[in-house]
């Protein structure tokens, strides 16, 4: 069963339970997304999503960000995060399995399987290929916990912080990232970029995040979103540090007699989710 976006798991916890397998009590998470101060001088939405799935034998969490030039590109955001969170669902679930593994095969099933389903959406709409360039071109950076391994993937930019270690993944050539879509035409063409692999014991925290982090690591500690209780605590708290940080103020200058205007900082939509190892207070 999926969790919604952005609420927390609020139930009791069995400290017992959280060393064995269930991932559920081993790890928390939490997530926010607020649009670009260009966005809203043009007049466009939040080109962003993100989606996060909890479950028993694993946990998964992806960001999408809509190609820029896309009319509609916050549909295939939206679409995207839902697609690639349930396809990634679909593989993990057999039956009889109880200790998940990723092989090697996995990656190349998902793009599969996310291609069929992009085609089912492009049938429906009897769509051409400037309705899959309005509405569908949109990047993926991800995260896959299963209890044996870690893993954080990407097709296209974005940014991955694992323990603390943050980077940043290079802007393609002439801003032109292999989206999802692309393999429509050319399936060989696009493929899942492996970015970390660690054991799930080594895990402590791990960040994901849309290309507009950029910005928000030029004015902030990026190491307050896992290390911070508070982020964890009240679901809507990574939104609201990043609506204040894009919100526009005016402030008199009394030596000059005038008043100074200060733009928010983050020029491009932002959206991260953060996962790390629960706390437990033993006293």
Avoid at 105 to 118: N, V
Avoid at 126 to 148: C, K, S
Avoid at 244 to 259: A, C, G, S, T, Y
Wanted: some cysteine.
């Amino acid at each position: 069963m999926q969790e919604q976006v952005g609420i927390l798991d609020e139930r009791s916890l069995d400290i017992s339970e959280s060393f064995g397998q269930d991932l559920t009590n081993q790890f928390e998470y939490a997530s926010g997304s607020i649009i670009g101060r260009n966005h809203v001088l043009a007049g466009k939405n939040n080109q962003d999503a993100y989606q996060i799935v909890k479950q028993e034998k694993f946990i998964t969490a992806v960001v999408c960000d809509g190609c820029g030039s896309g009319k509609h590109s916050e549909v295939g955001a939206k679409l995207g995060t839902n697609l690639v969170i349930n396809a990634i669902a679909d593989l993990l679930s057999p039956e009889d399995n109880q200790d998940l593994e990723i092989d090697p095969d996995f990656w190349h099933l998902l793009k599969l399987h996310l291609l069929r389903k992009l085609q089912d959406i492009g049938s429906i709409a009897n769509a051409d290929m400037q309705f899959v360039n309005d509405y569908l071109l949109f990047t993926i950076v991800g995260a896959l916990i299963t209890p044996r391994e870690t893993v954080t993937f990407s097709m296209g930019d974005g940014a991955i912080a694992i323990n603390g270690k943050f980077k940043q993944i290079s802007p393609y050539p002439n801003n032109a990232p292999p989206y999802l879509a692309y393999g429509l035409y050319k399936p060989e063409a696009i493929n899942f970029e492996i970015r970390d692999r660690l054991p799930t014991s080594e895990l402590e925290s791990l960040l994901i995040a849309t290309d507009g982090i950029s910005d928000l690591v030029q004015v902030e500690n990026i190491n307050q979103f896992w290390q911070e209780d508070r982020y964890f605590k009240n679901p809507d708290a990574i939104r609201r540090k990043l609506a204040m940080l894009n919100r526009e103020e005016v402030k008199p200058d009394w030596h000059r007699k005038e008043l100074t205007k200060r733009s928010g900082v983050l020029s491009d939509d932002t959206s991260l989710v953060v996962i790390r190892k629960k706390r437990y207070d033993l006293c």
